[in-house]
């Protein structure tokens, strides 16, 4: 269908995934772990995703309505608005998912007792505009906004989860074991999430770079070059691969998880040296493409490692 190819819907599968894994494979098990029950009733947290998924699509939108030139110089093929759906309906699917997802975000600020959730749903709309008609086109500042959108997906989990529980048993519960395990470990697969995301909106920048530059836009490709580019990318992988050796040295708990050093060897940093090699090579558009491909595997790799990483609980 033109709209699950317009809203990205694969993307939104991953977002629907890491939050489903994170809570019913790790929070929950963590939960169980310290003694206690889970007080999140379950259409909240359906909610929580379907909030989550529809800023995301409307996000996703909102960039192809205002990239139409950049578009039709790098992939006219792939072009929706304007060819397969036209700009007005495309602006209306926008307001339509963005009002859903922020209505949703006030009813989940009211019943959590949370008032920044109905800042944060007031908020993102707002930035994800301002991204995709100025931010984007700047170096690193667009690139990082979007990294910190994939981490807070991670956090939007555990946080509506303990703040039901806190409305439930009193923020005491904020300062216990349970919680501060629960972040630790979210915080874990948020940051996961954002470097690899962060990497792949920047071998995106690249593979886009021929757009970019005819629309003046400056992102790190246009300004440093390509082949500067390249080499950061390829510090920034190896960098992931020493800080994820690194944390599984270092976190006892991660050695005791079942098949945690194959996954972390087959799984996480065999595709590392893949993508690397891939970078390093890389000329043309389609090469870029590739690794941005690779990139999205690894990310789904890693989020697929959240329901290995429950096992130690």
């Known amino acids: 269908m033109i709209f699950l190819k317009l809203i990205r819907a694969k993307n939104i599968f991953i977002i629907i995934l890491l939050q489903l894994l994170l809570r019913y494979t790790l929070i929950i098990p963590i939960l169980n772990h310290f003694d206690v029950k889970p007080v999140l009733p379950e259409i909240y947290f359906i909610l929580v995703i379907l909030a989550t998924s529809l800023f995301a699509a409307s996000g996703y939108i909102i960039n192809d309505y205002f990239d139409l030139r950049i578009d039709r110089i790098n992939k006219p093929d792939k072009v929706l608005i304007g060819k397969k759906i036209k700009r007005r309906t495309a602006l209306f699917l926008h307001v339509l998912l963005t009002v859903t997802a922020v209505f949703i975000g006030f009813f989940l600020a009211f019943v959590s007792r949370k008032e920044n959730y109905a800042l944060i749903a007031v908020i993102t709309p707002i930035v994800l505009w301002y991204y995709s008609t100025n931010f984007k086109k700047h170096a690193v500042i667009g690139n990082l906004i979007i990294s910190l959108f994939t981490a807070l997906v991670a956090y939007a989990v555990v946080s509506i989860e303990f703040a039901s529980l806190a409305k439930f048993h009193g923020t005491q519960?904020?300062?216990?074991?349970?919680?501060?395990?629960?972040?630790?470990?979210?915080?874990?697969?948020?940051?996961?999430?954002?470097?690899?995301?962060?990497?792949?909106?920047?071998?995106?920048?690249?593979?886009?770079?021929?757009?970019?530059?005819?629309?003046?836009?400056?992102?790190?490709?246009?300004?440093?070059?390509?082949?500067?580019?390249?080499?950061?990318?390829?510090?920034?992988?190896?960098?992931?691969?020493?800080?994820?050796?690194?944390?599984?040295?270092?976190?006892?708990?991660?050695?005791?998880?079942?098949?945690?050093?194959?996954?972390?060897?087959?799984?996480?940093?065999?595709?590392?040296?893949?993508?690397?090699?891939?970078?390093?090579?890389?000329?043309?558009?389609?090469?870029?493409?590739?690794?941005?491909?690779?990139?999205?595997?690894?990310?789904?790799?890693?989020?697929?490692?959240?329901?290995?990483?429950?096992?130690?609980?």
């Not at 992931?240 to 996480?268: E, N």
């Not at 999205?296 to 609980?313: H, N, T």
């Open 173 to 313: 519960i904020l300062s216990t074991e349970a919680c501060s395990t629960a972040w630790f470990w979210t915080t874990g697969f948020a940051f996961f999430a954002f470097i690899t995301n962060f990497s792949r909106e920047i071998i995106k920048d690249t593979e886009d770079v021929k757009g970019d530059e005819a629309t003046g836009c400056k992102t790190l490709p246009i300004i440093m070059g390509v082949k500067l580019t390249k080499a950061f990318l390829l510090i920034l992988e190896i960098a992931t691969i020493i800080a994820l050796w690194l944390i599984y040295f270092h976190i006892d708990l991660i050695q005791s998880i079942p098949y945690s050093l194959i996954y972390f060897s087959v799984g996480l940093t065999v595709p590392h040296f893949v993508l690397i090699a891939i970078l390093y090579k890389a000329k043309s558009p389609k090469e870029f493409h590739t690794a941005s491909t690779i990139n999205k595997i690894i990310m789904v790799l890693g989020i697929l490692f959240i329901a290995l990483a429950g096992k130690a609980f």
